[in-house]
C-alpha cells in the first residue's frame, strides 16, 4: 500500500511538471500600429482551468513609445472586477516578446469571458493592432479562445470588446499561465487514491 501511494504522489509531482508555464499570446504577422489614449487589449475564453502567474507587455511598447518608462496591465472579469494588476518597466525580466512581472496567482474557468489590457500613464500611446480583415493572425496558446480586440478611452479601466474584431487583438498585454491538471488525470489519481483508501493491491 505505501508503494502504491508513492505512486499516486509521483503522477501528481509528474503531472505538474508536463503542465508546465505557458504564454497566452506567442507570436503574430501582418501587424498595423495603432494610437490608443485609454486601456487597450484584448478579450479571451479559456478552454480549461488555468492559473495566472505573471502578467506582463510585449517588449515593443517601449520601441513604440521610447519617453515611456511604465505601463500598466491589469486582468478583469466580465463583471468588470479587476483581478490582478501589475506595473511593467524596459527592466522586467523578457521571455520572448513580452516582459513580464509576477502576480498573486489567479485561477481563470472556462465559460467566462475575461479583458486583458493596457495603459500608459504618459497619454497617447501606440500598440500594435492585429485583425483578420487585412490579413493579421494571432498565435495564442491552444487554451486562450475567443479573441477578440478590446478598448476603453480615458484611464486604467475595464477594455470593452469591440464588436466585429473576432481574431483580433491590440497586442500590448500578455500574461503566463499554469494550466491545471485535466479531468482525465485527477480521475485516475482518484481511483488510485481509492485503491489505497481501500488496501488494494495492484502489485
Known sequence: MRFLLSIVMLAVVCSARAQGTS????GYTNAIVGLFSGTAGWTFQVTNAVTVTELGCLANFFVYNPTANQVQVGLWASDHSLL??????PTNAQVDLSLYDSIAPVLLTPGQTYH?????????????????TIGGL????THIVSLAAAYSPGGFSWPAMEAGTIGA????PNFRYVPEPSSIVLFGLGVLWLAVRRGFKLL
Open 84 to 89: 490582478a494588476s501589475s506595473s511593467i518597466s
Open 23 to 26: 504564454q497566452a499570446i506567442l
Open 138 to 141: 494571432v498565435f495564442a496558446s
Open 116 to 132: 486583458i489590457g493596457v495603459y500608459s500613464p504618459g497619454g497617447l500611446f501606440g500598440l500594435d493592432a492585429v485583425t483578420p
Open 169 to 172: 487583438a491590440y497586442l500590448g
